[in-house]
């Protein structure tokens, strides 16, 4: 398995939106959980989005309501549609296994702000 590579971040006005990307190398992709993670400044990832190998997702309350993730198998990548941003969304993004590997990408950074 290979570093995810996550892709997509950048500044965005609260409200906005921005898609987040991650093609991931870890074998049969479709065999495997998948989820974004988000870090806070000083803080560990936590598990915000996931999604199983059969399509059912589930949320972080923070985030439920705002954000879908999704799949697509056969690029072996997974995305995370991010609307009604808030300034609290600020952080850096990244995917990983859902439990998480010990392979880490460098992440994406996501900003909000006016």
């Known amino acids: 398995q290979v570093q995810p590579v996550e892709s997509g971040g950048g500044l965005v006005q609260p409200g906005g939106s921005l898609r987040l990307s991650c093609a991931a190398s870890?074998?049969?992709?479709?065999?495997?959980?998948m989820g974004w993670y988000r870090q806070f400044p000083g803080n560990q990832r936590e598990l915000i989005a996931g999604i199983q190998s059969t399509g059912g997702t589930n949320y972080a309350d923070s985030v439920k309501g705002r954000f879908t993730i999704s799949r697509d198998n056969a690029k072996n990548t997974v995305y995370l549609q991010m609307n009604s941003l808030k300034p609290e969304d600020t952080a850096r993004y990244y995917c990983n296994l859902v439990p998480a590997s010990r392979y880490w990408g460098q992440g994406t950074q996501v900003t909000v702000s006016s």
């Open positions: 870890i074998g049969i992709f479709s065999m495997y959980g």
